[in-house]
Nanobody, 115 residues
């Protein structure tokens, strides 16, 4: 069983930056594909960014050029650096990990961007 714990959310003004962290338990973190999703009030959860076990990354069009996902396998942590934040980035951000057939979610961390 893997547990994912997010941190780093908060309130920031538009144009500001935040870095989210997701710490994983367990010994197999390096083989997991990791990602970030977000859910705004009244909306469905949506994909934000992902990083494979090999370090390949993928981003939603809405965050390309502003967000960067990275991982530190030694620390069993995945990060989401968020720059040039916009009010529409306001959401609960969830960490996700998967290695078929296992999939795990964190409890979420709130990000609020004020205009």
């Amino acid at each position: 069983q893997v547990q994912l714990v997010e941190s780093g959310g908060g309130l920031v003004q538009a144009g500001g930056s935040l870095r989210l962290s997701c710490a994983a338990s367990g010994s197999r973190f390096s083989i997991y594909h990791m990602g970030w999703y977000r859910q705004a009030p009244g909306k469905q959860r949506e994909f934000v960014a992902a990083i494979t076990s090999g370090g390949n990354t993928n981003y939603a069009d809405s965050v390309k050029g502003r967000f960067t996902i990275s991982r530190d396998n030694a620390k069993k942590t995945v990060y989401l650096q968020m720059n040039s934040l916009k009010p529409e980035d306001t959401a609960v951000y969830y960490c996700h990990g998967n290695y078929y057939p296992d999939t795990y979610w964190g409890q979420g961390t709130q990000v609020t961007v004020s205009s």
